[in-house]
Structure formats: structure tokens, C-alpha cells
């Protein structure tokens, strides 16, 4: 079945340390994106990817980098420069841009920084 | 500035009662508009989406929705909940003029027995 495939589901680290969620998709689709979700707000957009070797920030890309090397794969690399990392994490992917290609999502990271 | 409300944060229904979860956004010449659900600890799944012509749109589990130009809404339905519904539900719009798709805060259903 094709799908997006985040791991680990749970993720613990200590405050000051880098570290690099995994997101890989296996419908062929070119765009990708990176969301974050905290208790009672939306989805809040961190990078998204077009093409691959291009990404654009989104709107709270502090603290956080990504690269697209291969279609398949877009992994969001936490940094200590983060100032509240403990969250949860979404992988998304889409046919073309979003306006009107639903977004696919995969069954997030749980990132708690201690 | 373009936006999404989803007015009820929470939203307590009995067993196979009827529900309704609001969705207004701010006005523009064309949007496209989409219901996500996701369930605990799980990603977010497409309920169903208007991006043209009949204004009543059907989804998946026997929801559907509304799409509502001139009060820049749109609400989603169910005639008779089941536990199973149970869940967090984003309401989410594409503007023609803005490059992304931007998300409502979300409204939890709780679903009574």
C-alpha cells in the first residue's frame, strides 16, 4: 500500500542536542511538507518542498532545516536553536502544490526535549 | 489577512445524535476548501473537499458538507454520530492568491454513549 511512512513514532532528547526526523513517501508525489501541531492550535507549516533539491521556508522554519535529496524522502532536522521543540510532528505530501491536491499525511513523531 | 475560524474548540454530541461543526473563512474571489479528521495520535486524513460545482459535497463515514459563498462557510454534518467518530476535525482553505493551505485550530467531538 502506498503511503507516508514517519519514524520514530516517539522521540526523546535532551535539551541541546540536534535531531533529524524521517518522512518517507512511496505514492510518487513531488511536494512535500513539514507541520507541526501543538495542544489546540492548527497545523502550523515549518518547510515544504516542491522538487526535489528545493524547499522553502514556511511559517515558523526557525530553529528547524530539511533537505530533499530523493523524492521519496524529506527529513526535518530539529536543531538546539529551537526554542520549544517538544511537539508533534507532521509529514504530509501531495500530487502537485496544494491549492486544490488534498495533502496525504503520515502518522507523526511525538518530539518531547527534556 | 486570509484565515480560517472553526468557532467551537469542543463539541459534546450523544450517540446518534445529528452534529454540526462550523468552518467560516475569510472572503475571497476562489478558494478551495477541505475537511481533515484525525484520530489520537494519528495523522490527519481527508474527510472530503469542494473545489467546484455542487455546492453539497459528500464524504467519507456519512459526512458532508456545505459549501456557503455568501457567509463564507463551510459547516460539516452528520445526521447520526457514532462512537467511532470520536475524533479532532480541521477544517482547511486554499486561496487562488496564497501559495499554501491554511488550517482552522480544530474541534474535538466527544461522542456520549
Known amino acids: 500500500d502506498g503511503g507516508i511512512t514517519q519514524s520514530p513514532k516517539y522521540l526523546f532528547r535532551k535539551e541541546g542536542q540536534n535531531v533529524t526526523l524521517s518522512c518517507e513517501q512511496n505514492?510518487?508525489?513531488?511536494?512535500m511538507y513539514w507541520y507541526r501541531q501543538d495542544p489546540g492550535q492548527g497545523l502550523r507549516l515549518i518547510y515544504y518542498?516542491?522538487?526535489?533539491?528545493?524547499?522553502q521556508k514556511g511559517d515558523i522554519a526557525e530553529g528547524y532545516s530539511v533537505s530533499r535529496e530523493k523524492k521519496e524522502s524529506f527529513p526535518l532536522t530539529v536543531t538546539s536553536a529551537q526554542k520549544n521543540p517538544t511537539a508533534f510532528y507532521l509529514c504530509?505530501?501531495?500530487?502537485?502544490?496544494?491549492?486544490?491536491?488534498?495533502?496525504?499525511f503520515g502518522n507523526g513523531t511525538r518530539l518531547t526535549v527534556t | 489577512a486570509q484565515s480560517v475560524t472553526q468557532l467551537d474548540s469542543q463539541v459534546p454530541v450523544f450517540e446518534e445524535a445529528p452534529v454540526e461543526l462550523r468552518c467560516n473563512y475569510s472572503?475571497?474571489?476562489?478558494?478551495?476548501l477541505f475537511w481533515y479528521v484525525q484520530y489520537p495520535n494519528q495523522g490527519l486524513q481527508l474527510l472530503l473537499k469542494?473545489?467546484?460545482?455542487?455546492?453539497l459535497v459528500k464524504g467519507i463515514n456519512g459526512f458532508e458538507a456545505e459549501f456557503n459563498k455568501s457567509q463564507t462557510s463551510f459547516h460539516l454534518r452528520k445526521p447520526s454520530v457514532h462512537i467511532s467518530d470520536t475524533a479532532e476535525y480541521f477544517c482547511?482553505?486554499?486561496?487562488?492568491?496564497?501559495?499554501?493551505?491554511?488550517f482552522g485550530s480544530g474541534t474535538r467531538l466527544s461522542i456520549r454513549p
Open positions: 504530509a505530501s501531495s500530487i502537485g502544490d496544494s491549492l486544490n491536491s488534498p495533502l496525504h
Open positions: 505514492l510518487n508525489h513531488d511536494a
Open positions: 518542498s516542491q522538487i526535489v533539491n528545493d524547499f
Open positions: 472572503s475571497s474571489v476562489s478558494v478551495y
Open positions: 469542494y473545489l467546484s460545482g455542487s455546492t
Open positions: 482547511a482553505v486554499t486561496y487562488s492568491s496564497a501559495s499554501k493551505i491554511i
